[in-house]
């Protein structure tokens, strides 16, 4: 569908696994962590499914889909770094959309986000029995 309406589309992912199977899927892949591999200011649109669940530190263990889905302690040790970065890979007229959970203190994502220059709009929602999810969209604060 990218390629028919002409846009370039990219994935990054930490994993071997899901770079492996983005590209099996024909996703143009580059293995790295969040936004380092890139260097800025040129993405219409960058969606982020980040591993979103608090987790005890004493209950993680080494494994690639305990990393998929642990988010750390508060469940933003991917998000706020993100949030830290996104910005400078948006285009002027450029959004970011994450997808957070109401485990991980949505407010506190939208602070962050502040911090960092970015309005953030909520744009979606869907009610889980023991949380919400959510998707925010980010853009540069200013912005008309």
């Not at 569908?1 to 024909?26: F, I, K, M, Q, S």
């Not at 994450?98 to 986000?113: F, I, K, M, W």
Request: hydrophobic residues 40%; aromatic residues 8%; glycine residues 10%.
């Amino acid at each position: 569908l990218a390629e028919a309406t002409g846009a370039w589309v990219v994935g990054v992912d930490v994993n071997p696994h899901a770079c492996r199977r983005a590209a099996e899927r024909g996703v143009r892949v580059i293995r790295g962590d969040l936004v380092t591999p890139f260097r800025g200011g040129a993405f219409d649109v960058v969606a982020f499914n980040p591993p979103y669940l608090p987790t005890d530190p004493d209950r993680e263990w080494d494994d690639w889909m305990e990393e998929a889905l642990s988010g750390g302690e508060d469940g933003r040790a991917a998000v706020d770094p993100f949030l830290d970065n996104v910005g400078r890979l948006l285009a002027p007229d450029g959004t970011a959309y994450l997808l957070v959970s109401s485990l991980t203190d949505p407010e506190a994502v939208r602070e962050r986000a502040r911090v960092n220059g970015l309005a953030s709009e909520e744009i979606a929602s869907e009610s889980h029995p023991f949380e919400t999810l959510l998707v925010i969209a980010f853009s540069p604060a200013g912005r008309d």
